[in-house]
């Protein structure tokens, strides 16, 4: 065999090695794309770029101007988003609809909210009917007094939801003893209201471990008087859980009405908002104002510039260019992942 021949085939041997060792060759080879630089994928969905070992925050808010009206023209340039005060670079961008919905919906069964209680489930009952899309959005309900209890699991059925919702009505008290509070028994919390406990429970055991668009529905007068958590906790519990908190405030006027700002205090950390009609007749009015609040959303998502996992609160503000006495809607911030 000729040297020349044997210095063939111990290149083409170096070689293949080569090739075989080069690791973008290899089966666990990965592939990150990224936008081009300052252009926001705003008319492509969440997911549509591949992301590796990257954590994006996605925020929906919505806009309203000085007469309530929803602003619904804004572009990716009219949007500024800023964590912690530092701005972030928008990879993300887009109206948002069509997200799925995951809805728990707390009840208020205390004796203060008695007598409102079957115009209230009936209301709920259409607004159910209205907002619920076959096999896409689902919901639970949740009646609460001192305690709060589950009135079964998590559904897509707007019929089985409005069953549950009349049982709450059906086992409201008679009108003759709406008004007569319960009796005080020592260590009990029965016929108090505990609505922190129950917003805490509702995020944490129900609501966290679910994907997409996550929203508490409060029906209460916000009057809590036997949670063993405060506001500050289930504000946290919320964020945490990403979810996004509203109220419909109704109350027995006879006894101590609504405390809209108690719900206001509530709802609007997270990015939500409390609705409080006049009077029972106006409650469908309210329900079809949070149905438009669900339904007139933006989407924004960014990738953080602080990366480290230390699991500390970072304050979201997201700001609207160039448009004057309009009001911006969003959760206050996120927690940051924990080593």
């Known amino acids: ?161 409005r069953n549950r919702l009349a049982k709450i009505a059906r086992n409201a008290p008679p009108p003759w003893a709406r008004r007569v509070p319960p009796p005080i028994i020592i260590g009990s919390r029965k016929g108090g209201t505990s609505i922190f406990d129950s917003v805490t429970a509702a995020c944490a055991d129900l609501l966290a471990k679910e994907a997409g668009r996550k929203t508490i529905i409060l029906f209460t007068d916000g009057y809590d008087t036997t949670s063993f958590t405060d506001r500050a906790e289930a504000i946290e519990e919320a964020l945490r859980a990403e979810v996004v908190i509203y109220a419909i405030g109704i109350g027995d006027l006879d006894v101590d009405g609504v405390d809209r700002k108690a719900l206001e205090r509530l709802c609007e950390p997270t990015g939500g908002r409390a609705f409080v009609p006049r009077d029972v007749e106006d409650l469908d009015q309210a329900f079809r104002q949070l149905e438009q609040e669900l339904r007139q959303q933006y989407l924004v998502a960014y990738e953080p510039a602080n990366v480290a996992a230390d699991g500390k609160f970072r304050k979201i503000e997201v700001r609207i260019a160039n448009r004057k006495g309009i009001r911006v809607r969003h959760r206050r911030g996120y927690y940051a992942p924990s080593t």
């Open 1 to 161: 065999m000729s040297r020349a021949y044997c210095g063939l085939v111990s290149s083409l041997v170096i070689i293949l090695i080569a090739l075989l060792l080069t690791p973008s060759g290899g089966a666990g080879a990965r592939q990150k794309t990224q936008p081009q630089e300052g252009r926001p994928q705003s008319q492509e969905g969440v997911g549509q770029t591949i992301r590796l070992n990257t954590q994006l925050v996605n925020v929906l808010f919505s806009v309203t101007d000085k007469q309530n009206r929803y602003v619904n023209d804004l572009t990716v340039s009219d949007v500024k988003v800023l964590e912690d005060g530092k701005p972030q670079e928008i990879f993300t961008f887009k109206r948002e609809s069509d997200l799925p919905l995951t809805m728990a919906i707390l009840v208020d069964v205390s004796y203060s909210v008695a007598q409102v209680l079957p115009e209230l489930t009936d209301a709920g009952a259409r607004f159910v009917d209205s907002i619920m899309r076959p096999n896409k959005d689902k919901a639970a309900v949740i009646e609460f007094d001192g305690e709060a209890t589950l009135l079964g699991d998590l559904t897509t059925s707007a019929a089985l939801l």
